[in-house]
């Protein structure tokens, strides 16, 4: 009898298990993606097929998604995730963003490329600008340096934006370190994102399978 009761407790659910990311989150962060499905994302402006998760991985499939938001607003906040840029991708993360208009001025865009093959104009002849390439926010402030890896390799970025004070980390390097207020005159009409003290988070589709994973939030 002793031996049936264990099988049956065994066969009882015992509660919803944690999600994939629960248990590598760093103290304090909660995580945005649980490893298996798109729970807790909305695609804004696109087609949600181009979007998907497996493995622990979420990824776009080229042009065509939109950008993927988060269901929750933030205001002050550190992100955390990892990204793969295959050859020639681009895409972003958004930041602030509202679900109007185009995420990339409306809210921030920290620009996510492969650096190296758009910086060879054999490949892009328009000629990449320092305010398009990884790390910066895009259109408005360059990074101070370059530290992304080639493509193919995955890629650390830590973003902490608080009150107007913007910070970003790539790969362990500060690439920015930037008082939006010192923008605003300048970039202000064409980017009034920078005035945005709440909104959504995003991943863009643009070019190529880029694939996220460990994707943590932090309210501050």
Same mark, same amino acid.
């Given at each position: 009898?002793?031996?049936?009761?264990?099988?049956?407790?065994?066969?009882?659910?015992?509660?919803?298990?944690?999600?994939?990311?629960?248990?590598?989150?760093?103290?304090?962060?909660?995580?945005?993606?649980?490893?298996?499905?798109?729970?807790?994302?909305?695609?804004?402006?696109?087609?949600?097929?181009?979007?998907?998760?497996?493995?622990?991985?979420?990824?776009?499939?080229?042009?065509?998604?939109?950008?993927?938001?988060?269901?929750?607003?933030?205001?002050?906040?550190?992100?955390?995730?990892?990204?793969?840029?295959?050859?020639?991708?681009?895409?972003?993360?958004?930041?602030?963003?509202? @679900?109007?208009?185009?995420?990339?001025?409306? /809210?921030?865009?920290?620009?996510?490329? %492969?650096?190296?093959? &758009? $910086?060879? +104009?054999?490949?892009?002849?328009?000629?990449?600008?320092?305010?398009?390439?990884?790390?910066?926010?895009?259109?408005?402030?360059?990074?101070?340096?370059?530290?992304?890896?080639?493509?193919?390799?995955?890629?650390?970025?830590?973003?902490?934006?608080?009150? @107007?004070?913007?910070?970003?980390?790539?790969? /362990?390097?500060?690439?920015?370190?930037? %008082?939006?207020?010192? &923008? $605003?005159? +300048?970039?202000?009409?064409?980017?009034?994102?920078?005035?945005?003290?709440?909104?959504?988070?995003?991943?863009?589709?643009?070019?190529?399978?880029?694939?996220?994973?460990?994707?943590?939030?932090?309210?501050?």
């Amino acid at each position: 009898m002793k031996c049936i009761w264990a099988v049956l407790l065994l066969a009882v659910p015992l509660g919803p298990l944690a999600a994939a990311d629960d248990k590598d989150a760093p103290k304090g962060f909660t995580p945005l993606f649980n490893g298996k499905d798109l729970t807790g994302w909305k695609v804004f402006n696109g087609k949600m097929e181009k979007w998907g998760a497996a493995d622990g991985v979420l990824f776009v499939q080229g042009s065509g998604g939109g950008w993927l938001f988060t269901e929750k607003e933030y205001s002050d906040f550190e992100l955390r995730l990892e990204f793969k840029m295959p050859k020639a991708g681009n895409s972003g993360v958004a930041l602030r963003a509202p @679900r109007e208009g185009n995420p990339a001025y409306q /809210g921030m865009e920290i620009q996510l490329l %492969d650096d190296s093959w &758009y $910086k060879d +104009k054999n490949n892009y002849k328009a000629g990449i600008r320092d305010v398009q390439l990884t790390g910066a926010i895009y259109g408005v402030v360059p990074p101070s340096k370059d530290a992304t890896k080639p493509a193919g390799e995955w890629n650390t970025m830590r973003i902490v934006a608080k009150g @107007r004070h913007v910070t970003i980390e790539l790969n /362990g390097v500060k690439t920015v370190d930037a %008082d939006l207020d010192e &923008y $605003k005159e +300048k970039h202000g009409k064409d980017h009034p994102g920078l005035l945005r003290t709440k909104g959504f988070l995003g991943l863009q589709s643009h070019d190529g399978r880029v694939e996220f994973r460990r994707l943590y939030v932090k309210e501050l």
